[in-house]
């Protein structure tokens, strides 16, 4: 199956500061990226969908100016986490969408970043 | 928006039995339904998919039957064994709409020696 990387795997960073989290996808283009969002226990909560050239769609409730999405190239998107706060502590889950095929459906996930902000 | 009920939230069994997972939909829009297993720590890894033209598929000892009428889907797992413990979500899709997934609550299931 295709491949999908994030980094850093795990971030620990004090408040106030801002956090830049990763995911590429390696052996296929992603014309679109999804961000979720993992409390312990729970299920994944889609933040955002980003497509790449264009701004990302926020779901609900995501404040955008808190998260920030780019999609600068088919392989990579970046979520920026603006000054943290020990509430924005949290495992951060991307996915890639490729474009035909079987990858036309499937979302592929990353590893994750465990966020903590002290 | 679509929203996605997943039962039950925990699920014991003993090695061998069999295990079932139930997950509604409410958007008759949705035509994609992927299965997912977490461990802990790790990626969502997809174990199976089904989609609106098709009522049921199998793969060795997992199988997916989708009701569109009633609009729920539900995971059966045969001759459960110990790696199978983990959480299970299911998701609802609409492809022509990106393609977002919306997921259930999931499942923690444990399968007992």
């Known amino acids: 199956g295709a491949v999908v990387s994030q980094h850093p795997s795990r971030v620990i960073c004090k408040s106030g500061t801002s956090v830049k989290i990763e995911c590429r996808s390696l052996d296929f283009q992603a014309t679109t990226m999804f961000w979720y969002r993992q409390f312990p226990k729970k299920s994944l909560m889609l933040m955002a969908t980003s497509n790449e050239g264009s701004k990302a769609t926020y779901e609900q409730g995501v404040e955008k100016d808190k998260f920030l999405i780019n999609h600068a190239s088919l392989t990579l998107s970046t979520l920026t986490v603006t000054s943290a706060h020990p509430e924005d502590s949290s495992f951060y889950i991307c996915?890639?969408?490729?474009?035909?095929?079987?990858?036309?459906?499937?979302?592929?996930f990353g590893p994750g970043t465990r966020l903590t902000v002290l | 928006g679509e929203n996605v009920e997943q039962h039950p939230s925990t699920l014991s069994v003993q090695e061998g039995d069999s295990a079932v997972i139930k997950c509604t939909y409410s958007d008759s829009a949705s035509n994609y339904f992927p299965w997912y297993k977490q461990e802990l720590g790790k990626r969502p890894q997809l174990i199976i998919d089904i989609r609106s033209n098709v009522g049921e598929k199998k793969d060795q000892r997992i199988a997916v039957t989708l009701n569109k009428t009633a609009k729920h889907f539900s995971l059966h797992i045969t001759e459960t064994q110990p790696e199978d413990s983990a959480v299970y979500f299911c998701?609802?899709?609409?492809?022509?709409?990106?393609?977002?997934?919306?997921f259930g609550q999931g499942t923690e299931l444990s399968v007992k020696p």
């Open positions: 998701a609802a899709s609409i492809s022509n709409q990106g393609g977002k997934l919306i």
């Open positions: 996915s890639a969408r490729g474009t035909s095929g079987r990858a036309g459906n499937e979302q592929f």
